[in-house]
């Protein structure tokens, strides 16, 4: 099925891994547009959901190159390296 060049750009970056927001924006839509869309022809969101899982993976990868814990260990947010800071029960 046809879904004019900007369904068919929107799928095709779905398919290789971008978010909602980067095939929107590559369209020159809005992220609201695009559900919208989708929420007007249900043939639109069968293809995308099928675009979003033949880039599962590569998403995934995407996402965890941006996370800001990539090879770190998250911050405890204790502000004492995560250790304790007393011993209970001792002097």
Do not use: C
Not at 17 to 31: C, D, L, M, Q, V
Not at 35 to 41: G, L, Q, T, V
Not at 60 to 83: N, Q
């Amino acid at each position: 099925m046809t879904y004019g060049w900007r369904g068919n750009l929107i799928l095709s970056k779905l398919a290789q891994g971008h978010t909602y927001g980067e095939a929107a924006k590559a369209a020159g839509i809005t992220r609201q547009a695009l559900w919208k869309r989708m929420n007007a022809s249900l043939d639109f969101a069968l293809a995308v959901v099928a675009a979003r899982e033949t880039g599962k993976d590569e998403r995934t990868f995407r996402l965890w190159l941006r996370h800001p814990f990539r090879g770190l260990r998250p911050p405890s947010g204790k502000g004492h390296g995560g250790k304790p800071r007393f011993a209970y029960g001792r002097r």
